[in-house]
Nanobody, 120 residues
Framework: VQLQASGGGLVQAGSSLRLSCEAS????????VGWFRQAPGMEREFVAA????????NYADSVKGRFTVSRDNAKNTGYLQMNSLKPEDTAVYYC??????????????WGQGTLVTVSS
């Protein structure tokens, strides 16, 4: 199983980025897709998730109204659209996949991370 996260970069505050998470080696539509981030010196934190088969979504309070999580099961890819980016969004962003039969906070596979840097 592989999860390949991409789309990070250096942007100015107020800009947008779309992260992608391409999955292989698993029945993608049976997995929840989660996005997490880890800023320097900080613990990894939950950002957003979308349930299997394009189900309900969930967001951290810090990103509600700015970030949108989605998925394209035909392409085995999850997305995180990030708008109105702030310097405090700077972090390495990770995608993860969790079997829908497991608890919502359980993730089985993790991608390698993509760096998002937001300048003020």
């Amino acid at each position: 199983v592989q999860l390949q996260a991409s789309g990070g970069g250096l942007v100015q505050a107020g800009s947008s980025l779309r992260l992608s998470c391409e999955a292989s080696g698993l029945r993608f539509r049976e997995y929840r897709v989660g996005w997490f981030r880890q800023a320097p010196g900080m613990e990894r934190e939950f950002v957003a998730a979308i349930e299997w088969s394009d189900g309900p979504t969930n967001y951290a309070d810090s990103v509600k109204g700015r970030f949108t999580v989605s998925r394209d099961n035909a392409k085995n890819t999850g997305y995180l659209q990030m708008n109105s980016l702030k310097p405090e969004d700077t972090a390495v962003y990770y995608c993860a996949a969790g079997d829908y039969r497991r608890a919502r906070d359980r993730y089985d596979y993790w991608g390698q991370g993509t760096l998002v840097t937001v300048s003020s």
